[in-house]
């Protein structure tokens, strides 16, 4: 199988015993300057700006290929998934794609580490509320102790959320941190109001019982 780099040196000496092409007068004048400033004959420098020409193109292909890959990594929806589309280009695509599996393994690693961060400050939260709370239900403050644990619901579901989000990271799958906190926070808000609808259920229960009485 001809390789990439056999293919350019079989070009290459194509052109050079190849006949050089009628050149323009001005043209010819800049190329007998160039050899002239060289110490090349014309048609060596004739060959040599044929060689460039070449090599130029060459380059220009496989950025293209590089830059078409680039434009597919992102709908990859796995690490797995893109080292294998990866894997399949030549060496010299893959040398100039601005994509890399272990480019977006380390930005996983990063949205994974900012996730503990979050999940670190809703632990700290908990704490203040818990002793909040515990301090409501010394004073006898239903109301404030009932808005108190369904922040503290909300926030256990919103570390949940966060979790899950590692762990889906963790398995390599490929999702912003967006998409993660959104998630995180929808979970948050129905705990809250789940927990809110639950004590607004009990009181209304105790006014009944209290009126029967």
């Given at each position: 199988m001809v390789t990439p780099t056999e293919r350019l040196q079989a070009q290459r000496r194509s052109q050079v015993t190849q006949p050089s092409r009628r050149l323009s007068p001005q043209r010819k004048l800049q190329v007998q300057q160039k050899a002239r400033r060289q110490g090349k004959s014309v048609e060596r420098v004739v060959a040599e700006q044929k060689i460039e020409k070449v090599q130029a193109e060459r380059e220009k292909a496989l950025r293209e290929q590089a830059s078409k890959f680039d434009k597919l990594a992102k709908g990859a929806a796995t690490l797995k998934q893109l080292e294998e589309i990866y894997n399949k280009l030549p060496e010299e695509v893959r040398k100039?794609?601005?994509?890399?599996?272990?480019?977006?393994?380390?930005?996983?690693?990063?949205?994974?580490?900012?996730?503990?961060?979050?999940?670190?400050?809703?632990?700290?939260r908990i704490k203040v509320k818990r002793e909040q709370k515990r301090e409501a239900d010394r004073e006898d403050r239903e109301d404030r102790e009932d808005d108190l644990k369904a922040d503290i619901e909300g926030l256990q579901a919103r570390i949940s959320g966060l979790s899950e989000g590692i762990g889906r990271l963790s398995r390599g799958e490929i999702i912003s941190l967006s998409q993660i906190k959104s998630f995180a926070s929808e979970k948050q808000n129905i705990a809250e109001q789940k927990e809110r609808f639950s004590n607004e259920r009990k009181k209304r229960k105790k006014k009944m019982k209290s009126r029967v009485k």
């Open positions: 100039r794609a601005d994509t890399t599996p272990s480019k977006v393994k380390s930005k996983l690693d990063s949205r994974k580490k900012a996730l503990r961060e979050d999940i670190k400050k809703a632990s700290e």
